[in-house]
């Protein structure tokens, strides 16, 4: 113990340290907000315009006619208008590259371009349309029976409060706080990639939007302590281990050190 | 110990022998020589404890001032607050009274010397002299008061059964391992969605849906709701009839791509939930296990063993989903004598390809 007072060490060090450590992890786990989306009657001549939106965009991929192609993308044809407005309107179409999973980015067309183009696609079979502003208003939805739903339905791979998680081989299930409402309904309507469909039969129209109360509740934050992105167990034991174990290491070494 | 002063000067072994070198040089503190440093210190640890005595006071405060409404921020705030000063309320005293010991108190080192741990030959002696004597009087060590001796031997030997006898017999509640067998589910059971208890019709699983399942009239139930539905949960998952590859033996245990799991997983129960549409991977979120739904949910990845059990399903006249009968094999992780009484299920792992593990 002598010695280890005697150290000429900087008694502040451990002190950094653990400040150093707080920073870094108080900095993870912020994410970019959301595009709206509203429902819109289209027109032949929306329909037109999305149809040359769609040679030229998507057409390399889905094909000309939007049958797709084998082993590279899927038919569109029956999709509906909802599967559109969330695959581009979330930036995950047009994709950037292949990969385990199409990750959403900042969209690539404006709302109008978007709708002209779910309008073609809409009139090449029928499909889910996108839901109205009253049809996703949380406001109008029952966050407690959201609750119930959301923890049978989607919480086994999306977090119990929407926070996410992995999948396999690389996919993952996103976090659902920057999603608009839109999104999430039309998510649920068309069942993105590895996501299964949950149709107006499963879950009810009703209970969509009760989900969407739900999720909507959780950006009021938790009512006590940091969440650390909600994600579970890994990042509450790194911060213990590394902060709290920290900190004791720290205070200890401040009362056996010898005052100057 | 290189760095001491004391023993830059000071040999450590002599002619071989160690040497005792003695308390390393003593240093004094800033407060020792300097009265104003002394001071000083005694003003910051003043000022730590009057933090604490403040924090104490704003913690009262905060108690009785919070006007807490159901909002979450509002809540968040007086959480923060009381945690706040109840923090600068501890960590006063804390730190000050170290502080205090550090700067102020006497610092001078002490030794206590170490005295020999032997006991002195005649106290020794006259120890084992009493247990001598002691053997000797009870009579346990000859052939003397062999009822004594007797009796005590069983009174010890029976004494742990007092506090045994009413754990073991605790243990496990119920030993009848029969009801892991059997499940809620028989010939003509609506499945139903969980957790409104509603049936499910053919029609409304189009492809790709994934319906979490219960048994219908498990609502209704009015004991051991929760242990049937432990045992009786249910994936029932429809793809393209051409993804699915159906199981010999197991032809007609699906409807035109519609099929139903078992959501227990066989490793140690976990629900098994996180299904991939695309991949048609039943993913467990516990410990990684991945079955192939489109190849009988066998396992690809992951510690489970077994396929998850297939409950056979067929469509009744109204078109609701119904079971055809019980799973065939206990749900949920293996134990002991599990396939006791089952007729032996076809291996199908083996005859399929397709899944990309």
């Known amino acids: 113990m002598n010695a280890l007072a005697r150290r000429r060490y900087s008694k502040s060090a451990p002190v950094i340290l653990v400040l150093m450590l707080l920073a870094a992890l108080t900095a993870i786990g912020f994410a970019a907000s959301g595009s709206p989306a509203k429902a819109s009657t289209a027109t032949a001549n929306d329909v037109a315009e999305g149809q040359k939106l769609f040679a030229a965009n998507c057409a390399s991929c889905h094909g000309m006619d939007a049958q797709g192609t084998e082993g590279v993308a899927p038919s569109l044809i029956g999709v509906g208008a909802a599967a559109v407005n969330f695959q581009v309107g979330t930036g995950r179409m047009p994709a950037q590259q292949s990969g385990p999973q199409v990750q959403a980015k900042r969209p690539q067309f404006a709302q109008p371009q978007i709708d002209q183009l779910a309008a073609y696609v809409a009139s090449l079979g029928e499909g889910p349309a996108v839901p109205t502003a009253e049809m996703v208003d949380p406001a109008l939805g029952d966050p407690a029976v959201g609750m119930e739903i959301f923890r049978t339905n989607c919480a086994m791979c999306h977090g119990s409060i929407g926070g996410g998680g992995a999948l396999t081989q690389g996919k993952f299930a996103p976090n659902l706080w920057s999603t608009s409402n839109t999104h999430i309904f039309e998510a649920m309507l068309v069942g993105p990639q590895s996501m299964p469909v949950f149709n107006d039969a499963n879950i009810t129209p009703e209970n969509k939007r009760n989900i969407i109360a739900y999720l909507d509740f959780q950006k009021q934050g938790s009512p006590g302590g940091l969440p650390l992105g909600s994600i579970g167990p890994v990042a509450e034991g790194f911060w213990g281990w590394l902060v709290a174990l920290g900190l004791i290491i720290a205070s200890t070494v401040y009362v056996g050190a010898r005052a100057s | ?357």
């Open chain 2, 1 to 357: 110990m290189s760095t001491d002063e004391k023993q830059q000067t000071t040999p450590t072994h002599v002619d071989g022998e160690w040497v005792d070198p003695g308390l390393p040089y003593h240093r004094p503190r800033r407060a020792d020589v300097d009265p104003k440093a002394a001071k000083r210190a005694e003003r910051q640890v003043a000022v730590l404890f009057g933090i604490s005595i403040l924090g104490t006071i704003a913690s009262i405060a905060v108690y009785f001032a919070q006007d807490q409404t159901e909002e979450v921020a509002s809540i968040r705030l007086v959480n923060g607050l009381l945690g706040a000063s109840l923090f600068l309320a501890m960590i006063g005293i804390g730190i000050g009274a170290i502080h205090w010991a550090r700067t102020l108190m006497r610092d001078h080192e002490m030794i206590e010397e170490r005295h020999p741990m032997r006991s002195s030959d005649e106290g020794r002696a006259g120890a084992i002299q009493n247990l001598k004597d002691g053997a000797e009087d009870s009579g346990l060590t000859t052939s003397r008061r062999t009822l004594l001796k007797g009796s005590l031997i069983t009174a010890v030997a029976i004494a742990p059964l007092a506090v045994l006898v009413p754990q073991i017999g605790n243990m496990g509640g119920d030993w009848n391992v029969s009801q892991f067998r059997h499940t809620m589910w028989k010939k003509g059971t609506r499945l139903a969605r969980d957790p409104d208890g509603t049936p499910i019709k053919a029609s409304d699983v189009t492809i790709g849906s994934v319906f979490h399942v219960i048994p219908e009239g498990l609502n209704e139930l009015e004991h051991g709701k929760l242990e049937e539905k432990a045992k009786a949960i249910v994936l029932l998952i429809r793809m393209d009839p051409a993804a699915l590859n159906l199981q010999p033996g197991k032809e007609d245990w699906s409807f035109d791509g519609i099929i139903a799991y078992s959501k227990v997983c066989t490793h140690v129960g976990c629900p098994v939930a996180l299904y991939e549409q695309q991949t048609h991977h039943l993913l467990c979120p516990c410990h990684q296990s991945t079955f192939d739904v489109a190849n009988g949910a066998k396992v690809i990845f992951g510690p489970a063993k077994r396929p998850l059990p297939q409950l056979p399903i067929a469509v009744d006249d109204e078109g609701y989903i119904v079971a055809q009968s019980d799973f065939h094999e206990p749900v949920g992780p293996s134990y002991w004598d599990r396939l006791k009484g089952t007729t032996p299920e076809p291996t199908a792992a083996a005859s399929n390809e397709g899944a990309d593990a």
